[in-house]
């Protein structure tokens, strides 16, 4: 039985949200060079998803752009009914889509509190609930979550951003008990600091001060995390998993 449905799996269908920069980006590049068919999901950074697409066209690979607003649960309906349009099926979700803000608690808004639960985790339930339907009729799936260092640990000045992220773990844990029987793994992975335009507000001197705490004494790249989330499509045993990259910088 498991060998049948690996046959019907081959060439993966792969909804990558928040796929046309950074973490994203990386994902998109490392899978789409894997044969996987991908649907690169932007919102905002039209150019780079297009030019991201120019890319791995010219190379003969196959990838698709989707316009959607991810914090938008309709919006979410139209990217999985163009997906399943075009493909199907789905066959791996990963919920990478997020914002980052660095401020004093006591500043918060209330407009900016919601806001990011908005974007970094009822996105995550909206994209997960709405993929669930084709994986559960198909008795396979799986789903990666991108979370944060600073789910497990907590970040100063970072409280609703890593309030989001630990939401985020818990749900992965949770989720990964009640779809075990449908045969749906799903973890997600922790990074620290990886070089992308997330990080662009610290100066040269504070990244010198953060690699000086992490024991490999480096920040990660992009390319390391997709590696990752490759090994997760492809291992058929993990699920349930926070896996943590990010040099030690917390172990």
Same mark, same amino acid.
């Given at each position: 039985?498991?060998?049948?449905?690996?046959?019907?799996?081959?060439?993966?269908?792969?909804?990558?949200?928040?796929? %046309?920069?950074?973490?994203?980006?990386?994902?998109?590049? #490392?899978?789409?060079?894997?044969?996987?068919?991908?649907?690169?999901?932007?919102?905002?950074?039209?150019?780079?998803?297009?030019?991201?697409?120019?890319?791995?066209?010219?190379?003969?690979?196959?990838?698709?752009?989707?316009?959607?607003?991810?914090?938008?649960?309709?919006?979410?309906?139209?990217?999985?009914?163009?997906?399943?349009?075009?493909?199907?099926?789905?066959?791996?979700?990963?919920?990478?889509?997020?914002?980052?803000? +660095?401020?004093?608690?006591?500043?918060?808004?209330?407009?900016?509190?919601?806001? *990011?639960?908005?974007?970094?985790?009822? %996105?995550?339930?909206?994209? +997960?609930?709405?993929?669930?339907?084709?994986?559960?009729?198909?008795?396979?799936?799986?789903?990666?979550?991108?979370? %944060?260092?600073?789910?497990? +640990?907590?970040? %100063?000045?970072?409280?609703?951003?890593? +309030?989001?992220?630990?939401?985020?773990?818990? *749900?992965? #844990?949770?989720?990964?008990?009640?779809?075990?029987?449908?045969?749906?793994?799903?973890?997600?992975?922790?990074?620290? *600091?990886?070089?992308?335009?997330?990080?662009?507000?610290?100066?040269?001197?504070?990244?010198?001060?953060?690699?000086?705490?992490?024991?490999?004494?480096?920040?990660?790249?992009?390319?390391?995390?997709?590696?990752?989330?490759?090994?997760?499509?492809?291992?058929?045993?993990?699920?349930?998993?926070?896996?943590?990259?990010?040099?030690?910088?917390?172990?």
């Amino acid at each position: 039985m498991e060998e049948n449905k690996e046959k019907n799996i081959v060439n993966k269908v792969i909804i990558v949200t928040g796929g %046309s920069r950074g973490i994203g980006a990386a994902i998109v590049k #490392k899978l789409a060079k894997n044969n996987y068919k991908i649907v690169l999901n932007y919102h905002q950074s039209e150019k780079e998803a297009y030019k991201i697409k120019q890319e791995l066209e010219s190379q003969g690979k196959k990838i698709e752009i989707f316009k959607a607003d991810v914090s938008k649960r309709n919006q979410v309906q139209e990217l999985i009914k163009f997906t399943l349009e075009k493909y199907k099926t789905i066959d791996v979700l990963i919920n990478n889509a997020g914002i980052a803000q +660095t401020q004093l608690f006591t500043n918060i808004t209330n407009e900016e509190w919601n806001n *990011m639960i908005q974007v970094n985790l009822n %996105s995550v339930f909206y994209c +997960t609930q709405e993929a669930l339907n084709t994986m559960i009729q198909n008795q396979i799936g799986c789903i990666i979550n991108i979370s %944060s260092i600073w789910g497990s +640990t907590g970040a %100063s000045c970072e409280v609703a951003y890593s +309030t989001t992220k630990a939401a985020i773990n818990g *749900m992965t #844990k949770a989720l990964a008990k009640e779809l075990a029987l449908s045969n749906i793994r799903v973890n997600a992975i922790a990074p620290g *600091m990886i070089d992308t335009d997330m990080n662009k507000e610290y100066t040269k001197e504070e990244i010198e001060q953060i690699k000086q705490e992490i024991p490999l004494q480096r920040i990660g790249k992009p390319e390391e995390i997709a590696k990752c989330v490759q090994w997760l499509i492809e291992d058929k045993y993990t699920t349930g998993q926070i896996i943590g990259i990010n040099g030690g910088w917390y172990i």
